[in-house]
C-alpha cells in the first residue's frame, strides 16, 4: 500500500511538472510570436537567430520550425562532444516550445487566414486574429509595449520551466559544448551570443536600427524577470546538506540533477558524533532540480542555502585575475 501510495504521488509530481513547462512554453512562445514579432523586434538566443533567419528568408520557414532544426542540431554536436546527459525534459520543452510557436503563428496570421505570415508586419497598423477579436492590443504604435510585454511573458514562461528542472536548450546547449574546451560564466556567454545576435538584425532592412534597439529593451526585460522570480538577483547557491546516507545523496546529485557534490567532515556537537556534510554550489536555476533530488532522497535532510557573490572554477566564472 505505500508502495502504490508514493508511486501515486511520484506520478502527480511528475504530471505537475510537465504540465507547468507546458504552460512556461506555452508563455514564452506566446511572448515571442505575439508580442516581440509584432513588434519587429530582435531578440537573443536560439528563438532570436530563428526570428533573424525568419526575416532573411521572407518567412518561408516558421520560427517555431527554425527554433527545432537549431536546438536539434545543437543537442547532436553536443551529445558527442559532452555526452548525452540531457533528460528528457529539456528535449520536451524543446519540442513543446517549437510545437506552440508553429501553430500560435499559423493563428496569428496577416491577411490570408489560411497561410503564414507574408507581409513583413510592420507595413500594418494591427495584428489581426482571424476572427476579427484583440486587434488593439498589438497596435503597432506600442511597439515599445509589446516589445516589454514579449520580454516579461518569455522571461516568466523560461522561470516556470526552470523551477521545473527544464531548459529551453539553444544557449544552455552552446555554453555546455563551450565549457568543455574553455571555461566562461553563463551569464557573460548569454550577453555576448544575445548581443551579437541583436546587433546582426542592423543588417536585415526589414528589423532596422529601432528593431535592434526594441531587442536589447526586451532581452533586459526578460533577465530581469527570471530574476526576480528565480530569488531575486542572486548568481549561483550554495547548498549544505546533512542526511542519513550521504552517499546515496551525493550519487543522486551527480546522477540526477547532473551537479557536483562535495562531502565534508562535520562534528554535530551536541551529539559529539561525527557526520558527513553534502555541499553543492549551483546556478539559480539549478537549485529547484537539487532540493527536489534531495527530498526524493531523505525528505528529513537539513538543508541550508545561501547566495553566493562569486563562483570561480569550470562551468561558473574563470579566475583570470587576481
Known sequence: MAAISLNKKSFLTTTKEYI??????????????????????????????????????????????????????????????????????????????SVIMHFLQEWFTIGDPNGWVAEIITKRDSLTLPNGTIVDLFNLKNRLLSAILGGICSGVGVAMCFQQGGS????????????????????????????????????IPDVGIDGVIYGFVMVAVFSYTVDMILSGNQQSSQIFIICKDYRAMADAINNEAYRGATVIDSVGWYTKNESKIVMVVCR?????????????????????IGSVMGVYGKGFDALNKI
Open 20 to 97: 507547468l513547462m507546458t504552460l512556461g512554453m506555452a508563455l514564452y512562445s506566446f511572448g515571442w510570436i505575439c508580442c516581440i514579432l509584432p513588434a519587429n523586434a530582435a531578440g537573443g538566443g536560439a528563438t532570436g537567430l530563428s526570428l533573424l533567419i525568419y526575416h532573411l528568408t521572407g518567412g518561408v520557414i516558421s520560427i517555431g520550425t527554425m527554433v527545432l532544426i537549431i536546438n536539434a542540431i545543437l543537442l547532436v554536436i553536443a551529445g558527442f562532444i559532452v555526452g548525452w546527459k540531457f533528460g528528457i525534459k529539456t528535449i520536451y520543452c524543446v519540442v513543446i516550445m
Open 168 to 203: 529551453t536548450g539553444g544557449s544552455d546547449i552552446v555554453v555546455m559544448i563551450v565549457n568543455k574546451f574553455y571555461s566562461i560564466s553563463y551569464g557573460k556567454f548569454i550577453r555576448y551570443t544575445d548581443s551579437l545576435i541583436i546587433s546582426a538584425a542592423l543588417f
Open 284 to 304: 539559480k536555476r539549478d537549485l529547484s532540480m537539487v532540493l527536489k533530488v534531495v527530498k526524493k532522497v531523505d525528505p528529513e535532510a537539513f538543508i541550508t
